[in-house]
């Protein structure tokens, strides 16, 4: 494979076979480069040297990345890649030249930049390679001294070859780190079933279903994504984790900006498991909001990406009170779904308790018995100003009983006043502390409100 960029130095490097016996790794297969150390971490094989010459040190550095999906086009990728290389060097003050793109006779999508600047061990030139294919990404980045090491690193280009089919993907556990192993191919998309979020539109690309936001008015436009089912191999937290170190390059149980990960887990009515990340990680325009969301239908894994904002300010899959990612939740159905026969009682049993949110303003309350009895209680709290200096408080309560049924994810709230109310609802636990504590929670979203309304158990 040959990029623009580097066809000055394969041009230099002699033809003909590589006297070295090709390795593999991951998807890619290349000839160790001569002299060279070796080392793995975290899903990236690292080739160094040093040597003098000319009075003085040289050094190169060849990392080689373990494949991965990517969740944008080629461009937006790499830009993400060269960004990350940038901070993972400590390199200043440098301007990366544009760079180079190629489409290699095998189907990859090759782009290649490079950068001149002084790091700690002294001019340093930087290379980054991104190879697009078959709905991965590899990447190789190389530091080294500038005029330097150029047949070495050539011959690294020269044989270096990457697999199209039966991509393998990492797996490592929730809260370690484990060697990695292969998993089947991917599977079928067509077992999802979901609506599309209002103004939103879906492509399909490389595999998979993408659904793209309009641009709101803060500037975000956000992005899901949904990989083939795939069989599970592993416990669904691990899987999550497993694969949001493949989509982000990260671990997704360190804190960003001194905050932990918010996590959720749950069983939906329709009997399927899911296990979501919430993750801030650094953005190139500031603070990025990621989600992995993994869902366990019979045998089988739905693995779906979201990016937008951080969640606090995210109108896509955040913390407000209207986002697009509720409806899209209560949408989303897998056809390889095959409810339990006690999937209504499970749900009884688990709704039963008292349920509270509470705001400056509002507070909201449910309690719901097993045998099919609910009562609610809500009360607004209003402040109004009519002197300079006096303000009057006042506060409206109501109460409510009635009779409840479910209806696949819709639970049907009946009062005993003949009052009838549809709703979409979720049983979930979420943790803000990464996993260590769990906290009962009960979302509901009114297809006639402004948005979702989430509460937490204060009682059984």
């Known amino acids: 494979m040959k990029t623009p960029f580097l066809m000055t130095l394969l041009a230099l490097v002699a033809a003909g076979a590589a006297s070295a016996q090709s390795e593999a790794f991951d998807i890619a297969t290349f000839v160790p480069p001569a002299g060279f150390t070796r080392k793995a971490s975290e899903g990236v094989l690292i080739f160094e040297h040093r040597r003098a010459a000319l009075g003085r040190m040289q050094f190169c550095q060849i990392f080689l990345s373990r494949s991965r999906p990517f969740l ?29 793109t190629e489409r290699t006779p095998d189907g990859w999508t090759v782009m290649t930049g490079r950068l001149d600047t002084v790091t700690q061990q002294g001019p340093t030139r930087v290379v980054l390679a991104a190879y697009f294919g078959s709905g991965r990404v590899v990447t190789v980045v190389v530091a080294m001294s500038p005029n330097a090491y150029v047949n070495e690193v050539g011959r690294f280009f020269q044989n270096l070859h990457l697999k199209t089919a039966g991509v393998p993907a990492a797996t490592v556990a929730l809260n370690s780190v484990s060697a990695p192993v292969d998993l089947p191919p991917p599977g079928s998309l067509a077992n999802y079933v979901f609506q599309i979020p209002q103004s939103w539109a879906q492509t399909e690309s490389s595999g998979r279903i993408v659904l793209m936001s309009p641009t709101y008015q803060t500037g975000e436009r956000c992005q899901i ?60 325009d500031g603070d990025m909001g990621t989600m992995v969301f993994v869902a366990q239908v019979g045998g089988q894994v739905a693995t779906i990406v979201g990016t937008g904002k951080r969640p606090l300010v995210s109108s896509c899959l955040g913390e407000l009170v209207f986002d697009a990612w509720p409806g899209f939740f209560y949408s989303l159905k897998f056809k390889n779904a095959a409810p339990a026969g006690d999937a209504q009682a499970a749900v009884r049993e688990r709704l039963a308790g008292t349920w509270s949110m509470a705001t400056g303003s509002v507070g909201l309350q449910y309690v719901f018995h097993a045998d099919g009895r609910y009562a609610d209680t809500g009360a607004t709290r209003r402040v109004s100003r009519v002197l300079p200096g006096e303000l009057v408080e006042t506060t409206q309560a109501y109460f409510g009983n009635g009779s409840y049924t479910f209806d696949g994810n819709q639970i049907i709230l009946t009062g005993d006043d003949g009052r009838r109310s549809v709703k979409n ?25 402004s948005g979702e309304v989430c509460y937490k158990r204060t009682s059984q």
């Open 72 to 100: 944008n086009d080629p461009a937006v990728e790499f830009h993400r890649e060269l960004q990350d290389v940038v901070t993972r060097l400590n390199v200043r003050n440098a301007a990366p030249a544009p760079p180079t």
């Open 425 to 449: 609802f979720r049983l979930e636990q979420n943790s803000n502390d990464g996993g260590r504590t769990w906290v009962d929670g009960l979302c509901l979203l009114d297809p006639g409100a």
């Open 225 to 284: 994504t949904m990989d083939p089912m795939r069989p599970a191999t592993q416990p669904l937290p691990n899987e999550a984790a497993a694969f949001y170190r493949q989509a982000f390059r990260m671990e997704p149980m360190a804190p960003y900006a001194n905050a932990l990960p918010k996590l959720a887990k749950g069983t939906t009515p329709d009997g399927w498991e899911f296990f979501i990340i919430r993750k801030s990680i650094g953005g190139t």
